[in-house]
């Protein structure tokens, strides 16, 4: 067990709709990321908060949005689903300066759009 | 741009032989870090792994230890005595940079199966 909680595991909607995915990190941890994976292929970073600031945006598109909020969960929303969002959603957490950089993934949310 | 390059998309290994998984990276950066990453069929991502670029010594952690060769690039990972549950896909990772508050960059992977 990581420590990373994610919700909700599966989730099966249809084209047009909007999701929310949530997470919280280890305890202690202040930088929290989203990492998408689609079938086959490598995890793609979508973005980064650090203590409830974006502090790092990768290859998100602007129908999705996430945002870290004072207790340090955070949350993914996907807005206008296509049928290419379907993949696992990955989030992650370090503690952020001062080490390695390892993160701490969770069992990420499987998302399906029909 | 940082980039990571697993050439293997699949590999094979016999029960109790040893693999090599093969990794290498593109980086600017003097200061960077590696990392690899176990996937079972299950879907969690499982931290095996870390090398530090300005780290003297392969890193090892059981069976697993990282093969790094700083002038190519590379960083494989082998494992040693491999056991059924081995089977995963396999990912290599870096940390761009010093900070250990960056995202980090991932290959695509290389799925092992380990055959009894």
């Known amino acids: 067990d990581s420590g990373v909680t994610q919700t909700p595991k599966h989730l099966i909607t249809a084209t047009g709709q909007r999701v929310t995915l949530r997470c919280s990190p280890r305890s202690g941890d202040l930088s929290v990321y989203w990492y998408q994976q689609s079938l086959d292929q490598g995890l793609q970073f979508l973005i980064q908060?650090?203590?409830?600031?974006?502090?790092a945006k990768g290859n998100i598109l602007e129908r999705f949005s996430a945002q870290q909020f004072p207790d340090l969960h955070s949350e993914l929303n996907l807005s206008s689903l296509e049928l290419g969002d379907s993949a696992l959603y990955f989030c992650?957490?370090?503690?952020?300066?001062?080490?390695?950089?390892?993160?701490?993934f969770g069992e990420g949310s499987r998302l399906t759009v029909l | 741009a940082q980039k990571i390059t697993q050439t293997q998309p699949g590999m094979f290994v016999q029960e109790k032989e040893a693999v090599t998984l093969d990794c290498t990276y593109d980086t600017s950066d003097p200061s960077y870090g590696l990392f690899w990453y176990k996937q079972p069929s299950s879907g969690e991502m499982i931290f095996l792994i870390y090398q530090g670029s300005y780290d003297q010594q392969n890193a090892t952690e059981g069976r697993y230890s990282l093969n790094f060769q700083k002038a190519r690039k590379s960083a494989n990972l082998v494992i040693s005595a491999s056991q059924l549950g081995d089977s995963a896909m396999y990912f290599c990772a870096m940390r761009p940079g010093p900070s250990g508050n960056t995202p980090l960059v991932f290959g695509k992977g290389t799925r092992l199966s380990v055959i009894a």
């Open positions: 992650a957490s370090s503690v952020g300066q001062g080490h390695t950089g390892e993160l701490f």
């Open positions: 908060y650090y203590n409830g600031e974006e502090r």
